[in-house]
């Protein structure tokens, strides 16, 4: 038991520094880990109780990607093949170490929505550190976010009122004329 907890453990942390949006052109490369913590902070913040279920299928869900990478989201649709193959050997994964979990319906929605919503604002970031590539990430994923009947209301409502901005606090303990004034914190 001690040697595979080792390699759980090993395996997880493995996972974490995955590197996703790897076929993409991009300002900042995000890790399985970063989108995993993004994750969470929006579970925490959006989700209004969120279960020990759901943080826990959350913080492993991209692990298994140790084994497989991040094949992208149109290479995957494309191919239904893959996508099964793909599916197949990370949920063999994660059921052999554990990191698998099994949610409630409700905790399945909010699942999904989180995942989609990180990555809308990763895109989101991008687009406003000037990488115009970014644009069809953050446009598709918003719109299927506002679309899709399966999205929790408490997400639709974020994505319906975002706007790229820093938060109001960081906006009045900086000055706006001083030369790191960035031009997107809110006034």
Same mark, same amino acid.
């Given at each position: 038991? +001690? #040697? +595979?907890?080792h390699?759980?453990? !090993?395996? @997880?942390?493995?996972?974490?520094?995955?590197?996703?949006?790897?076929?993409?052109?991009?300002?900042e490369?995000?890790?399985?880990?970063? $989108?995993?913590?993004? =994750?969470?902070? %929006?579970?925490?913040? /959006?989700h209004?109780?969120?279960?020990?279920?759901l943080?826990?299928? &959350?913080?492993? $869900?991209d692990?298994?990607?140790r084994?497989?990478g991040?094949?992208?989201h149109p290479?995957k649709n494309?191919t239904?093949?893959l996508?099964?193959? %793909?599916?197949k &050997?990370?949920?063999?994964?994660?059921?052999?170490?554990?990191?698998d979990?099994? %949610?409630?319906?409700s #905790?399945?929605?909010?699942?999904? @929505? /989180?995942? !989609? /919503?990180?990555? =809308?604002?990763?895109?989101?970031?991008? /687009?406003? !550190?000037?990488?115009?590539?970014?644009?069809? &990430?953050?446009?598709? =994923?918003?719109?299927?976010?506002?679309?899709a009947?399966?999205?929790?209301?408490?997400?639709?409502?974020?994505?319906? @009122?975002?706007? $790229?901005?820093?938060?109001p606090?960081?906006?009045q303990?900086?000055p706006?004329?001083?030369?790191? #004034?960035?031009g997107?914190?809110?006034?």
């Amino acid at each position: 038991m +001690k #040697d +595979k907890n080792h390699r759980a453990a !090993m395996v @997880a942390m493995e996972g974490m520094r995955v590197k996703r949006f790897h076929t993409q052109s991009l300002i900042e490369r995000q890790t399985v880990g970063q $989108h995993t913590a993004n =994750m969470l902070a %929006l579970a925490f913040t /959006l989700h209004p109780d969120p279960s020990y279920e759901l943080i826990r299928a &959350i913080t492993f $869900h991209d692990v298994a990607e140790r084994f497989t990478g991040d094949t992208p989201h149109p290479v995957k649709n494309g191919t239904p093949e893959l996508r099964q193959l %793909l599916n197949k &050997i990370e949920n063999e994964a994660a059921r052999h170490f554990e990191f698998d979990e099994s %949610l409630s319906e409700s #905790d399945s929605r909010w699942m999904h @929505a /989180l995942d !989609m /919503l990180e990555c =809308m604002l990763a895109g989101e970031h991008e /687009l406003y !550190m000037g990488n115009q590539y970014a644009h069809r &990430i953050s446009v598709w =994923m918003r719109g299927y976010l506002l679309t899709a009947p399966q999205i929790p209301k408490e997400i639709f409502e974020f994505v319906d @009122a975002y706007e $790229h901005r820093r938060s109001p606090e960081l906006a009045q303990k900086i000055p706006h004329d001083e030369p790191w #004034d960035d031009g997107v914190t809110a006034p």
